[in-house]
């Protein structure tokens, strides 16, 4: 599990091993990691550090700091190195250290943006030090101003420890804020670089140990990874049986939307279920049966009667609403799935179904629901705006409101659950973002929940696994597995670099689901 802090648990793990160190030793190894993946970046582009501009751009904290030291070990190393001096302080040392080895500092009698403007154009590399974890609200100026510049640049900008203007805590991003192609970030990961707006501006993530491990309390956010999703995800023994694997009945589709019913049976088919029990009006059902032939269907007779799904059979799970409609039907079938006692998954329209009557959450057993921004915004009368500028804060209150486990959508999808860490997906790319995708999440998540997963965990693996079939159904690669573009930065978020990629439909994500869990 990647595991991410607050600023406050970080910097409270900070003072505690500060403690029991020489001083200066943290910033010395923030800046010898930080120094040394510049250079890399710079040899990578350049053939070698000699000889290359180098701007820090430095706020009055010690993020600061950390950038001129890291310049005059850059500068050590035969770099031209100029700092931008943008607060009303400076860290002392670091300034010394900078001009001890022939770095040089903006003048402060000429306005600094007139002097920045030139020479984040010309520089090879840009080092974001304005703010760190100190940074609090919208940046000001003179940094606002800077940060934006740095868009302008032609080199690479690389930020430290968090771009500023991006709130390490939460990912939210208030105003200007740094885009930086890589962040070099210390002791351990901040929420900010994983959930975006803020993990956008970030690029990839470099971690580099400070020895904070030890100090680190549990963790707020926590993103797992291939090993922790290989390892939840259910795999039938030698005694198995499809209904010991787990029955997941999908209530979903009506004779006006039935595409989401064959989109959520065929995630929950592909993603391992023993069984899928499709239960819905009889146009859904006759193409369930037509593209899915393994599914077991039943036609509702009687919607507005007595138990709608009395003729179903046992299942281990249910997922209730794509296509499903909202009407006076609908609303039937809802109340009857939610009567169950078994894991309830509500998606798509059994979302607004439970926004007009809250009371339909009133049930013995877990529930999932799997919002995007606007279901939520329903959901919690907030503006979807508002939910995708703070998606953490938001996640997190539905799950509180709600009394239910809550997966938020999006460009990044969040998974929390009260008292737990919310889970952030690392897996997926944008080309997701295409009708029906959703329908086989939920279909997929499902099949988890019937496999006898908690809620946590079947939407969280579930995540991971969707994004993971969408990258491989994205470069139409069924072994796409080495390329490092898409899994191997350490954020895990890499774009496709040197990969084509093309356009995806959802059931390409379902077929694709079987190459994405043998490479888990
Ligand atoms: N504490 C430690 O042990 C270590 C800290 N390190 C570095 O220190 C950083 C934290 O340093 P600081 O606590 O000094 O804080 P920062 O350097 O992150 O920022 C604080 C300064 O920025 C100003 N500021 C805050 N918000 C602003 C805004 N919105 N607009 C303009 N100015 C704003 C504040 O007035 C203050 O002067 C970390 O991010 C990391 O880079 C590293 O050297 C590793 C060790
Ligand atoms: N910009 C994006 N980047 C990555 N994934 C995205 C993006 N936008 C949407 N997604 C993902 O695509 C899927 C869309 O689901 P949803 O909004 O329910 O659409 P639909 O109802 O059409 O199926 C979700 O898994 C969501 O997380
Ligand atoms: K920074």
Request: with cysteine.
């Amino acid at each position: 599990m990647r595991t991410a802090y607050t600023s406050d648990q970080i910097r409270a793990a900070e003072l505690a091993l500060m403690a029991k160190l020489p001083e200066g030793t943290l910033m010395g190894r923030a800046a010898a990691g930080l120094a040394a993946v510049c250079a890399g970046l710079l040899t990578g582009v350049r053939g070698r550090v000699y000889g290359s501009h180098v701007v820090l751009l430095v706020g009055s904290g010690d993020n600061g700091g950390d950038a001129l030291y890291a310049g005059a070990r850059l500068a050590r190393r035969g770099a031209r190195v100029v700092a931008v001096l943008a607060g009303s302080r400076v860290h002392e040392g670091g300034l010394a250290a900078l001009r001890a080895v022939g770095g040089r500092a903006t003048d402060l009698r000429v306005p600094i943006l007139e002097q920045a403007r030139e020479l984040i154009g010309d520089a090879d590399l840009v080092v974001d030090g304005l703010v760190g974890i100190g940074g609090s609200g919208a940046l000001r100026e003179p940094y606002a101003t800077l940060a934006g510049l740095t868009a302008q640049a032609s080199g690479l900008v690389v930020a430290v420890d968090v771009p500023s203007g991006v709130d390490a805590s939460t990912g939210e991003v208030d105003g200007a804020a740094v885009r930086a192609q890589a962040t070099v970030t210390f002791g351990a990961y901040k929420n900010g670089l994983l959930i975006d707006p803020g993990a956008r501006f970030a690029g990839a993530v470099e971690f580099v140990d400070i020895g904070l491990g030890p100090y680190l309390p549990d963790p707020d956010v926590a993103a797992p990874t291939d090993e922790d999703v290989a390892d939840l995800l259910p795999r039938p023994g030698a005694e198995s049986d499809k209904y010991r694997r787990g029955v997941v009945g999908i209530a979903a589709g009506s004779d006006r939307y039935t595409g989401a019913a064959v989109l959520a049976v065929g995630g929950a088919v592909r993603a391992g279920a023993g069984m899928v029990r499709f239960v819905s009006s009889a146009e859904p059902v006759r193409l369930v049966r037509a593209r899915w032939p393994e599914a077991v269907t039943t036609i509702i007779a009687d919607p507005l009667g007595a138990d709608p799904i009395e003729e179903v059979g046992r299942v281990q799970a249910w997922v209730l609403g794509p296509g499903l409609g909202t009407g006076a039907e609908a609303h039937a079938v809802a109340r009857a799935v939610l009567s169950a006692q078994v894991p309830v998954l509500v998606d798509a329209d059994g979302l607004t179904l439970i926004a007009r009557d809250r009371g339909l959450l009133r049930r013995d057993g877990p529930t999932l629901i799997t919002p995007h921004a606007g279901e939520l915004s329903r959901l919690l009368g907030v503006p979807r705006e508002r939910i995708e500028a703070r998606r953490l804060e938001h996640v997190r209150r539905a799950a509180a409101e709600l009394g239910v486990t809550v997966l938020l959508k999006g460009s990044t999808t969040l998974v929390a659950e009260e008292d737990r860490p919310v889970r952030v997906n690392t897996t997926g790319t944008p080309w997701l973002a295409t009708g029906g995708t959703g329908d086989v999440l939920a279909g997929i998540a499902g099949a988890l929940l019937a496999g006898g997963l908690s809620c946590y965990d079947a939407a969280s693996g579930a995540a991971y696994v969707h994004g993971l079939a969408a990258r491989l159904a994205v470069r139409g690669d069924p072994a796409g597995r080495g390329d490092p573009a898409g899994r191997g930065d350490p954020a895990g978020r890499g774009d496709a670099a040197g990969r084509a990629e093309a356009p995806i439909a959802a059931l390409d994500v379902a077929q694709a689901l079987p190459e994405a869990l043998r490479a888990l």
